[in-house]
C-alpha cells in the first residue's frame, strides 16, 4: 500500500503563490508518475500537473506559466509551486501516484486525502 499525504494548502490573495507538498511512503517503486489534482465544489476532479520519475512533465492549459512541478526522487516527494495565483484556482488539491503493479499487471493510482487552497479576490 501507498499513503500520501498534502501539506501547504491555506489562504492566499490573488496574485500569491504557495507551495503544496506531499509525502509519500509505503511500497513506492522507482518508476512513477507523480501528480497534483484539483477539485473546487460542485466540478470534477481534475489534473494540474504531472512529472514522471525520469522528470517528464504536463501541465493543465490553465496552469501552464504559473505553476511548477517538481519532485524529489530520494524522498519520493513531488511539491507544486503556485504563483500568480487567481481566484479561480480556489480547489481541494490532491496528491497522486500512479505506478505498475506486477501483482495484478495493472496501473495503481494512489491518492492523498487532499488540502484547500484557498484564493481571493
Known amino acids: 500500500q501507498v499513503q500520501l499525504v498534502e501539506s501547504g494548502g491555506g489562504l492566499v490573495q490573488a496574485g500569491g503563490s504557495l507551495r503544496l507538498s506531499c509525502t509519500a511512503s509505503?511500497?513506492?517503486?522507482?518508476?512513477?508518475?507523480m501528480g497534483w489534482y484539483r477539485q473546487a465544489p460542485g466540478k470534477q476532479r481534475e489534473l494540474v500537473a504531472s512529472i514522471t520519475s525520469a522528470g517528464i512533465t504536463n501541465y493543465a492549459d490553465s496552469v501552464k506559466g504559473r505553476f511548477t512541478i517538481s519532485r524529489d526522487n530520494a524522498k519520493n516527494m513531488p511539491y507544486l509551486q503556485m504563483n500568480s495565483l487567481k481566484p479561480e484556482d480556489t480547489a481541494n488539491y490532491y496528491c497522486n501516484l500512479r505506478q505498475f503493479s506486477v501483482a495484478t499487471m495493472t496501473f495503481m493510482n494512489y491518492w492523498g486525502k487532499g488540502t484547500l487552497v484557498t484564493v481571493s479576490s
Open positions: 509505503g511500497s513506492i517503486f522507482s518508476s512513477n508518475t
